[in-house]
């Protein structure tokens, strides 16, 4: 080895691991708690799909690996580079995304599960391009609710709020369409959580409260609901209601984590996983797997894990002083720390069922793309920060 190369060989591991670098800034918690659910989620996906195909029955644990790999891959990417170009592109980025959601609805769109959300691009993938709205509309919001300053106290004005509002109903409107219930709450959670976030007066929040409030009532009274959406709330209020339609996944959820008890019946050895007794239990219903498996102490772990990721969110942003990179965390941590409350609850009876996926848990391309950059987007707030701080 030539003294040129050797020289050029050290300069490289100085700039990946050595003092300074974007490595060894990083939150390495955040990072702990992300891969830690990664493990449990592949060991889960695995659990919950190994009956599905006698021949390869490693098959959707594999491409679930394989999608963490990438995901990784994006991560990396983002949280070393400087988030503030993010600001810049984010208008063109929700562009994109709204030509995707519409393509969805043309006959490029493929229908799985009585959604029509992914678009085909061959070799057994898809992309799902409401996935991609999530953390696309967070940073086209934080851009448009930074506009007031570049202080954390000072307050939106009406017309930037007024615009959050028509970009979140934009993209409500085609993700509807699909339809796709569970996303559009997650939208709709994630808008109102900026919008607080951002300091608005309270006659404001108030106004939008009532206003939400009226807009779900004429949704129901109105009959815009598809008839399975409202037997799922019908569900909700009475688990007894149809036990073998409406009601069985529901019913069958509360089963399989009752079953669990204390310990688990043991990764592998679940009846009610083995079995394929609740729908999904790969993706929406990956709770029920950790529920009768783990039992209460690795659902609890599980849980332990998405709260460790959501303080190290809500820290970073309480700790920088860039307003839009505060706002972006405040919007990741809605998004998630929603989205979690979702998909838990509606395995314990506590909300209603939607297709909403536990966050570095269930198994997905588009949707753990997405979260891996959101994380890689807090890292690189974080990285800034204690490099300028």
């Known amino acids: 080895m030539t003294d040129a190369l050797r020289v050029r060989r050290r300069s490289f591991v100085r700039r990946v691991v050595g003092q300074g670098a974007p490595l060894r800034r990083m939150d390495g918690i955040l990072l702990g708690a992300v891969v830690a659910l990664s493990v449990i989620g592949t060991l889960l996906v695995w659990s919950s799909t190994r009956n599905w195909n006698s021949a390869e029955p490693t098959a959707l644990a594999k491409k679930h690996v394989l999608n963490l790999c990438v995901g990784l891959a994006l991560y990396s990417a983002v949280a070393v580079s400087d988030y503030r170009v993010l600001r810049r592109y984010a208008p063109l980025m929700y562009g994109i995304v709204t030509v995707g959601l519409l393509l969805v609805l043309t006959p490029m769109g493929a229908t799985i599960n009585g959604h029509r959300s992914w678009i085909t691009i061959g070799g057994g993938f898809a992309v799902q391009p409401d996935e991609v709205a999530k953390p696309v509309l967070v940073l086209l919001l934080a851009m448009l609710l930074a506009r007031a300053g570049d202080k954390k106290k000072d307050r939106p004005r009406y017309l930037y709020v007024a615009l959050c509002l028509a970009v979140w109903g934009g993209t409500a409107v085609l993700v509807m369409m699909e339809p796709d219930l569970g996303t559009t709450t997650v939208l709709t959670a994630i808008t109102g959580g900026m919008i607080v976030y951002a300091g608005v007066h309270k006659r404001l929040i108030a106004a939008g ?113 860039d307003r839009f990179a505060a706002l972006v965390a405040g919007g990741i941590v809605t998004w998630m720390g929603f989205q979690t409350l979702v998909n838990v609850g509606m395995t314990i009876g506590i909300m209603p069922i939607t297709g909403v996926p536990l966050p570095f848990v269930s198994y997905g391309g588009t949707a753990t793309f997405s979260n891996m950059m959101a994380v890689g987007v807090l890292q690189a707030i974080h990285i800034k920060d204690r490099v300028f701080g």
């Open 209 to 321: 409260v009532v206003l939400a409030a009226a807009g779900a009532a004429a949704v129901w009274f109105l009959g815009l609901l598809k008839p399975y959406q409202v037997a799922r709330f019908t569900a909700l209020m009475d688990p007894s209601t149809d036990p073998r339609g409406i009601g069985y996944n529901s019913r069958q959820a509360l089963i399989a984590i009752g079953s669990g008890e204390l310990f688990g019946k043991g990764l592998f050895h679940g009846g009610q996983t083995t079995g394929r007794f609740v729908p999904e239990q790969h993706t929406d219903f990956i709770f029920t797997v950790a529920g009768e498996e783990l039992g209460f102490v690795g659902a609890a772990v599980v849980v332990l894990l998405l709260g460790v990721v959501l303080l190290r969110c809500l820290r970073i942003a309480r700790l920088c002083e």
